[in-house]
């Protein structure tokens, strides 16, 4: 590995079809750090992690490997700069877990507080499966196996990061230095979250309030139609409010026009700005960003068969390189027997 460039690596659970709130928080991000060319990138699809809470629904993770990396190229991820690949084609990454979680106490991984509230959402109770438990301790493999030091996730990730470093702090004090300690790079402040078109905090495909990037015109005119905005402002003459209106949300993360924004702002709090009228401004602006991600997602499914060609190449050469760190991580413990 050539020493003077960073590694960066993130990845994401196939579950579905990604959102703008996925763009928004990090792949946006992804593509302009691939684009600066200053760092060596992984970008992993994470069957194996979405497996843990779906075992029984395999199809749904097999359906959307295809979609998520679809979205991955449509944004403009690049496999010639990025290995794209494929977590459950890596054994590696599930040896390391087996050495790492002996370094982990059940304790520690029921304080995790992300792992923590989606035990609650997911109503898991009593009956958590023990691989979901110990996902973060698998994340930890799936970053240190490729020496990562810089990890783009959106805030909730902090604790996955934290567990690693834990691991890798404990791994390297006990049979030596191998591991790399990562940190996490995070979206700017009020940039990394955005709520879904019905208001909540919150945009996710069960909320049924999501924008997807492979969404077509007509689809985002009608979503964008939908959106929440003030339930007071019922006459146009009316004065409106700005706060927890989520075009204005929308219009503050997207529309690189920010004096336009305050001057629609303004009219809109003294009235007399519509909201059909907004919606359309918004929808300009959101199909600018969107239109041409959709047109190269398209091109680029009209032929699946290149695109798990351009997993199994990316997957490939995941492989050798986690593999050698499993080597080394054999090695430093004293497993390597017959080396
Ligand atoms: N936990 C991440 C998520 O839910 C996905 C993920 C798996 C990941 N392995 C990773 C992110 C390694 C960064 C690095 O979005």
């Known amino acids: 590995m050539s020493k003077a460039k960073q590694v960066v690596l993130t990845g994401d659970r196939p579950t579905g079809k990604l959102h703008i709130g996925h763009y928004v928080g990090s792949l946006r991000n992804r593509v302009k750090m691939q684009d600066s ?42 496999p010639e700069k990025t290995t794209i690949y ?7 990454l599930s040896e390391l877990n087996m050495y790492y979680l002996n370094l982990v106490t059940v304790s520690r991984l029921e304080r995790n507080p992300t792992v923590k509230s989606e035990i609650q959402q997911k ?73 879904g078109l019905d208001g909540n905090a919150k945009m996710s495909k069960s909320l049924g309030n999501t924008i997807y990037l492979s969404d077509d015109e007509d689809t985002l005119l009608k979503k964008v139609m939908s959106i929440y905005t003030d339930p007071d402002h019922i006459h146009i003459d009316d004065p409106g409010k700005i706060e927890g209106n989520i075009v204005f949300t929308y219009l503050d993360i997207f529309d690189k026009d920010k004096e336009k924004v305050q001057e629609l702002k303004d009219h809109y709090r ?8 907004i919606k359309k401004y918004l929808f300009n602006v959101l199909n600018e960003e969107l239109e041409p991600i959709r047109k190269r997602r398209a091109s680029y499914a009209k032929d699946i068969a290149s695109v798990y060609d351009m997993l199994n190449k990316g997957s490939q050469k995941a492989n050798m390189i986690a593999a050698q760190t499993l080597a080394e991580v054999k090695r430093a413990m004293g497993i390597n027997y017959f080396d």
């Open 37 to 78: 060319g200053k760092y060596k990138m992984f970008v992993m699809i994470a069957d194996q992690q979405a497996l843990t809470d779906n075992a029984k629904n395999p199809k749904k993770i097999q359906d959307s490997l295809a979609q998520v990396a679809l979205d991955y190229l449509g944004v403009g991820l690049d």
């Open 86 to 92: 494929v977590q459950s084609q890596i054994p590696a």
């Open 123 to 195: 109503h898991f109770d009593r009956s958590i499966p023990a691989g979901f438990l110990t996902y973060p301790v698998s994340q930890a493999a799936d970053i240190t196996a490729f020496k990562a030091n810089l990890i783009p996730v959106g805030d909730d990730q902090e604790p996955m990061l934290e567990q690693t470093r834990e691991i890798v702090r404990s791994f390297n004090s006990t049979y030596g230095n191998v591991l790399v300690e990562p940190e996490g790079v995070f979206p700017p402040k009020g940039q990394g979250r955005i709520p």
């Open 270 to 277: 003294h009235g007399g700005l519509g909201d059909v009228q």
